[in-house]
Nanobody, 123 residues
Framework: QVQLVESGGGSVQAGGSLRLSCAVS???????MGWFRQAPGKEREGVAS???????SYTDSVKDRFTISIDNAKNTLYLQMNSLKPEDTAIYYC??????????????????WGQGTQVTVSS
């Protein structure tokens, strides 16, 4: 059974930083990986994704503030979040798919999901 376990969430003031981690029970090498989030009353949205070719994609609202990276030796996905804003408050989910060169922010492309970690940004 594939397991994805997120960590690193918490509460921070606006302008602060957090780094999310996602430990994956299967190999991440050449696997499409992504971060999604869901705020109360809103639909889930793709935040950042990394494809097998290390190409990345970000939703416009986090560009230049968030960075997705992967350590294939540790089967761990990261999301460095800087200059956090109150509108970044949400539950953040890690997701994995099969081999895919190009990144994707479409949740339907992913078959494995973590339980989520809460990120709260206060003004």
């Amino acid at each position: 059974q594939v397991q994805l376990v997120e960590s690193g969430g918490g509460s921070v003031q606006a302008g602060g930083s957090l780094r999310l981690s996602c430990a994956v029970s299967i190999g991440t090498f050449r696997r499409l990986m992504g971060w999604f989030r869901q705020a109360p009353g809103k639909e889930r949205e793709g935040v950042a994704s990394i494809g097998a070719g290390d190409a990345t994609s970000y939703t416009d609202s986090v560009k230049d503030r968030f960075t997705i990276s992967i350590d294939n030796a540790k089967n761990t996905l990261y999301l460095q979040m800087n200059s956090l804003k109150p509108e970044d408050t949400a539950i953040y989910y890690c997701a994995a798919a099969g081999l895919r060169l190009s990144p994707s922010l479409d949740g339907t492309d992913f078959g494995f999901w973590g339980q989520g970690t809460q990120v709260t940004v206060s003004s």
